[in-house]
């Protein structure tokens, strides 16, 4: 389908711009930001058990 590979900040970034739909694209960054900031304080956690074993 069309648009099926963009990156997210790709997405975000022609939604606010290309678009002008800022509060929208603001919203979907930053429930982005929010994802990602846990998975890498998952990966963080993880990654410090097991160099403690």
Known sequence: PPG???FLMIYGYQEAFSKGRY???SAFMIIVFIILSVLVLL???F???TEEE
Request: no cysteine.
């Open 47 to 49: 990654t410090k058990l």
């Open 4 to 6: 099926s590979n963009e």
């Open 23 to 25: 509060g929208y694209a």
């Open 43 to 45: 990966y963080s956690k």
